[in-house]
């Protein structure tokens, strides 16, 4: 569902999280009038998906976001991923992350993702 226009001059900010069954992505922005919510979506998690580690999770809902929304986020100046908490981003800033996290991680990186740590306001 997409709530408002984008500006293409601010960065999009990817937020994201997942249970055992869904994930769900909110992408906002921050601009002179505040807050602009500019999309929310979700879906149900694949069976290999469910099984996965929790951060390689949350990594397929920012790819599963960043694709769905293409439009909006492609030629953003800046794609900020916003992880649920600092051990997460921790994680994904090792130098030598999980051959699992591999692919995820490259593809993220084809878009000039950034990560950060969010504050609990679009968790599940």
């Known amino acids: 569902m997409c709530l408002s226009l984008v500006d293409p ?3 999009v900010l990817v937020h994201v999280d997942c ?8 992408l906002t922005q921050t601009g002179k009038e505040g807050l602009r ?3 929310i979506g979700g879906r149900k998690l694949l069976v290999r998906e469910s099984r996965a580690p ?8 920012a790819t599963w976001g960043i694709k769905r929304w293409g439009r909006y986020t492609y030629y953003a100046p800046s794609l900020l ?10 994680a994904v800033k090792t130098t030598s ?5 591999m692919t995820l991680l490259l593809g ?11 504050d609990g306001a679009w968790t599940i």
Request: hydrophobic share 50%; aromatic share 2%.
């Open 9 to 11: 001059q601010l960065p």
């Open 19 to 26: 249970d055992e069954e869904v994930l769900s992505v909110v």
């Open 37 to 39: 919510l500019i999309g």
């Open 54 to 61: 929790r951060l390689e999770q949350l990594l397929t809902a």
């Open 81 to 90: 991923v916003v992880l649920p908490t600092a051990a997460e981003v921790a």
């Open 97 to 101: 992350p999980a051959p699992s996290l």
């Open 108 to 118: 993220l990186e084809c878009v000039r993702a950034q990560y950060c740590v969010g």
